[in-house]
């Protein structure tokens, strides 16, 4: 305990170490537990500034929406023989704690229906099933959880007959958690003998699920592609035979489907190329000039907004599986413990999560299709309650697309 003591204050934690020796020894013991897996280079990110492109930003060719059109029944037909072969799983990233949502609980529980009960987990399930109904296909379904909602997520999907889908065909695995801290980089608790932990990040989920003893599943089914989706897009098409065809005809490893940024400024992260090589710019990163360039038939350069729905090769992610990505330092609300008997909701963001990223995982795959596809067909994320990508607007776009909620 000295030693850790000693340790903590090496690493500014006084606060923490005060409190190690006041509380008792049993509860000193589980928080010793937590701090020695402590990664102390990644607590001392909060000092830095986020890590900018440091490369030639140059624009991407992708495959538009009227190429996709006229190569239609060539790519489905590619697809759907893929798919069929059982070459093709998915994978439901529902680790987020969603706290723009602002929903107790895992946020596919959340219910968008008006005249019926309508979740967001259900309405996934049933783009997936187009597919596999679609197809006669099987296609295995691998959702990512995080401690913190984990059982949760399985009771749900069980209470609800995994919304009709085969459940032989889908897997849970747990992602890993990350220390907060507050705006000083202090540790921050949870309760009187844990730290408060967060999920660190959407960047790790093909580690967390080799870690999940996935990896055998992957090889005994022989899945070659991975269709990776976020939890809050309703509208998304799920192992869409189209994406999945075009992308195995350009020969490329990845593919990632993008919508055409609505204008310049539009806050979303942007698929092109850093020397040469395919990567996700936040929009931040981009150059008032880059902003507005123009290619020759008057489109927007860098108009690939990437909407965290990609295709991956298998083989290639175990290639690249021992390769580090960035972590990120995000601002966040994170409830808390003070360590004297009181627990704080904050109001205002009060402390740092620290997460790696999806999209820092493009640039490792070497090659990358962007793969337009119509936003108001298939983008209507549910981030917030109101406003911009909200459960209005996603509500607004279902409606759009005929379905009844
Ligand atoms: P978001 O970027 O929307 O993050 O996640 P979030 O944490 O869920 O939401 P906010 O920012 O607190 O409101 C995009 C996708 O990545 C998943 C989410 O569940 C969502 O599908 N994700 C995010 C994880 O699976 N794990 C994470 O640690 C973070």
Known sequence: MERLIRILKEH????????????????????????????????????????????????????????IAARKEEFSALGAEAVRAGKVGAVLL?????????????????DIGLTKPVCIFGRLIANLKEVTEGTGARVPLYIMTSAKNDAETRAFFKENNFFGYPKKEVRFFVQEMA?????????????????????????GWFSSMLRGGLGKDLAA?????????????VLQRIADPVFIGATIASGMKCGAKVVRKADPYEKVGV??????????????????????????????????????NYLFNVKRLEEIAAEKIPVHVVKKKIPFYDGSGYYV????????????????????????LPFEVDREREFAPVKNRTGVDSVETARELLAKNGVEL
């Open 179 to 203: 220390p907060c801290v507050d705006m000083q980089g202090e540790l921050l608790l949870e309760g009187d003998d844990r730290l408060a932990l967060s999920p660190n990040g959407n960047g």
């Open 12 to 67: 500014g934690q006084d606060r923490m170490a005060r409190y190690l020796a006041t509380v008792s020894p049993d509860k000193a013991g589980r928080l010793a537990v937590q701090l020695k897996q402590i990664d102390w280079d990644m607590l001392e990110l909060w000092r830095l500034p986020e890590p900018r492109p440091q490369g030639k930003i140059s624009p991407i060719t992708g495959l538009d929406r009227a190429e």
């Open 271 to 308: 698929l092109c190329l850093q020397d040469g090589k395919p990567s996700v710019v936040e929009y931040y990163d981009l150059t008032e000039e880059m902003a507005n360039e123009r290619a020759a038939d008057g489109s927007l350069a860098y108009s690939y907004g990437v909407i965290l």
């Open 345 to 368: 909701a904050p109001q205002r963001e009060n402390g740092y999560k620290f997460e790696t990223l999806i999209l820092d995982m493009v640039r490792l795959m070497g090659d990358c």
């Open 221 to 233: 089914r022989g899945v070659e592609w991975l269709n990776v989706f976020s939890v809050d897009n």
């Open 94 to 110: 529902a680790g987020g704690q969603g706290t723009r949502l602002g929903f107790e609980g895992p946020k596919g529980m959340y």
